[in-house]
């Protein structure tokens, strides 16, 4: 593929300086800037000279390209991240979109069965692979660890390096620090690599850290910052009102003197000091009456209020280490106080310093074509806009930029497709729901009557501004293309939180410390009498002995009692409040899933109603003292409720007569397009397309040149 | 990547078992039946690094 040419190329005319792995906690392994770029130039060098072995041997390990019943060459997937289908439904009633219209029209629109539970790591993980969450072992964004019921991103493992020469102060470690991907089976572009089929994956979640395969990917979701999280802002105030500690990020109280400020970017952990120490850059700020200037690293940006910087890259040293991130600055005021929102140092993807693309050079092929891009998983800063850093409009504004990044690779992607799978997921459509659904829902406890017709409009212009890509698409696309355009989930209002440890505490199954504060984490619980927990979005665990670390429920007829108790009371809890149902149903996943993963999942995912969802304190451990309440915050919306109440949506060119495709079924079915068998072990079915079948290529509908709008 | 050697009669199992089980590969099966011991005699994270890691996730405070 041209494609992996031009990185190499640019690679070699523009060196990586100093590429080093980071993660939480120090952990490096480096090498020098000129012994990089020898390395760059001999290996290109050899590659060159080379590829004509290298095709010969690939031929014949390799079965070679398109099979003869492959009913497309190519095929193009497009997701948005939680498109509604009675969104979608009712614009295209009302004629705002033309485009999907016409693929409901002449090809195919159903609504597409999501995962249990219908969270996207869940989801896209079951996309990739064909497999139910019993087989791929993502069920929700955390897992507990059995070993000490903390939580856990549930999709990568990013450890450091405990080894290390340690001497006084300082340490030179050992080895460099593991990343993992938890996402396990086989996502079906490997299987059609395996044929001699490229592919191309924009973004898609849960491809962290990246793998290698015939093609290339850029990672998304669950990428960390430079500071491995999953998003630290900085908000730098000179104002004494604002407390200390936000959540999603820091507020860094500033003085001013003569007209300055000077003060610090914070980076990772410095890697060759004992004690927890981060690495900083130096940030002067100076102030004038309505505008200030950043000099940073040695270069000087000017900014105004109601903007945006560009992406600044700030590097972080530590000795002959240069460790390379990139931010952007959005400066709210200036008088009376100056307030300045800094995103998350994101990694630089011109100098990656983690893994974030397959291969390395591919995320430097696509910083230095269109300039430095989000690197972070999830890259819009909800919590900035959670915490009120951000304003509805700013947050907006990160929003579309980081998706005008996104449709420039997609198109220097589709340039390059001449055959085989290409993949790319938009986020706009889950971010812009999560932040907003507060203006949909006239119920909803943040809902404003006053508020601007742009944002009660929003998911209107944000589905229209799909509809109109969708439409480019089409226009570009021939008859060998297969189109898919879905979704992982869709949406509802969250109006309503219902604290599950606050539930199980109050209904005698989780206790507390006598004259204990419950905290984070299960501080002050009393596991030895404790019969069942909650972390993350979607269930509840059994605190079963021999499992958990300190278990007391026996597995076999105490905790088949214990589930049976818990889903007897919690189905069809009412809201005393609301009079409303809160929960559906609850899911024995004993008996839901199958697959060697299994025993890692909760033991009962709970299948919410519209309108409800696990509380922010429950996700972490923490009992607080009521079970149901109102959610206050801006993020608004969510989809972690009962499966049905949230599925997908599943457009495209081709016919496709089912009544119920399931996210699980679209792998199998692109391989059976490509003219592969899919494996025995998939769960997901292929489906039959209408008018395709072996040497009838020629009575396949298409949607390409033949389109006029 | 590191090989280790397995004799016949326990690929034999391997193979068969993998089917059964519904992994995609007899490598993952090996790779999740070792990492099952494993587990149990890693280090954990402690509060601080979970916390840290975490931190910023949208969907938990």
Redesign the interface.
Known sequence: MSILLSPALLTVVFPVCAHAYIGPGAGFAFLGSFFVFFLAFFFAFLALLSWPVRYVLRLRRTKRGLRKDAWIKKTIVIGFDGMEPLLVERFMEQGHLPHFTRLRVEGTYRRLESTLPPLSPVAWSSFQTGVGPGKHSIFDFLHRNPRNYLGELSSAQIQSSKRALRFGRFQLPLGKPTIRSLRKSKPFWNLLGENGISSMILRVPITFPPEPFNGISLSAMCVPDLRGTQGTFSYYTTSTQTEGRKTGGHVIPLETRNGNIQTWITGPMHPFRNEETPLRVPLRIELSDHSVQLQINGASYGLHPGKYSPWVPVVFRAGPLKIRGIVRFYLRRVTPSMDLYMTPVNIDPANPSLPISHPNTFSVYLAKKFGPYATLGLAEDTWALNEGVLDDQSFLEQCYTIHREREKMFWDAMEHLRKGLMVCVFDITDRTQHMFWRYEDKRHPGYRPDAPKAFKDLFQQVYQRADQFIGQVLERIDSDTLLIVMSDHGFRSFRRCFNVNTWLHQNGYLALQPSAEPGEWFSGVDWSNTKAFSVGLAGIYINQKGREQEGIVTPGEEKERVKGEIIAKLTGLIDPETGDPAILDVIDTGAAYQGPYKDNAQDLIIGYNEGYRTAWESATGRVTSQVFYDNTKRWSGDHCLAPDKVPGVFFSNFMFPSNNPRIVDIAPTILTAFGMEPPAYMDGKALSADGVSQNTRSQRLSMGREYQD | MAKIKIDKELMKKIKRYT?I?????EE??VI?TLEKQI??LE???S?E?????????????
């Open positions: 089917k089980a519904g992994y995609s590969s993952e099966f999740h587990a149990q280090e954990t994270d509060e690094e979970v916390k840290k890691k975490l931190q910023g996730l949208g969907y938990i405070s």
